[in-house]
């Protein structure tokens, strides 16, 4: 067990980070195209074909459901949403990092869907109501009001094989771009029986 938390613990969601050191970070949605040795071919959302160097050492990582009860007072969670007319938050979907893992602080745009807004914190009061669960975020700069409708993915990280990565596959791969435009990454985020990773 204390072996597996260390492996999620180093994997961090892989969300927040670029995968290489310093080079900005490119977000790849899609499906699996296919795998060439080295290198993983996606079927982006927007249409063209990204072709992604997977480092000697890269691994999967599967986004599995947990209930909502996960979303506990002190856990550290990331969650994809969108502003409420009345202000705060309601969540597209909610990640709950692994204990002891803290990344990705703070509140800023996403490209889930257009307007959604990415807050990664601390969770402080939880408050179950009519309209799901009402949480507090703290991050650092900010706390922001939440809200997870009834029925809303929320997940956590799980580690996968290269044997799960098939064509048809739905994936998110937070990649680095290199300074000569080559998409690089160590991670592949995939979702649970084949679905699409939620965030």
Same mark, same amino acid.
């Given at each position: 067990?204390? *072996? ?8 961090? +969601? ?13 977000? #790849? ?10 290198? +993983?071919? !996606?079927?982006? *959302? ?11 050492? @890269?691994? !999967? ?34 990640? #709950? ?12 745009? @996403? ?36 809200? !997870? ?5 929320? !997940? ?44």
């Amino acid at each position: 067990m204390r *072996r597996l938390n260390l492996f999620l613990a180093g994997l961090a +969601l892989a969300v927040a980070l670029p995968a290489v050191a310093q080079a900005p970070t490119v977000h #790849v949605r899609g499906k699996i195209a296919g795998l060439a040795g080295d290198t +993983l071919a !996606v079927a982006t *959302r927007e249409g063209p074909v990204a072709n992604i160097k997977l480092t000697p050492d @890269w691994s !999967v990582v599967i986004m599995k459901h947990v209930d909502v009860s996960a979303i506990q007072p002190g856990s550290f969670i990331g969650t994809t949403n969108i502003e409420r007319p009345e202000g705060g938050g309601r969540s597209l979907e909610v990640h #709950v990092f692994p204990p002891g893992v803290k990344q990705g602080e703070g509140h800023y745009p @996403w490209d889930l869907q257009p307007g959604s807004m990415m807050t990664n914190g601390t969770v402080g009061k939880v408050v179950a109501s009519g309209s799901g669960r009402e949480i507090d975020v703290a991050y650092a700069g900010g706390v922001r009001h939440i809200v !997870v409708p009834p029925g809303v993915p929320v !997940v956590t990280t799980f580690p996968g094989s290269r044997a799960d990565i098939k064509p048809g596959i739905s994936t998110v791969i937070f990649a680095g771009k290199l300074p000569n435009g080559d998409l690089v990454t160590s991670r592949v985020l995939i979702g649970e029986h084949g679905e699409a990773p939620p965030m």
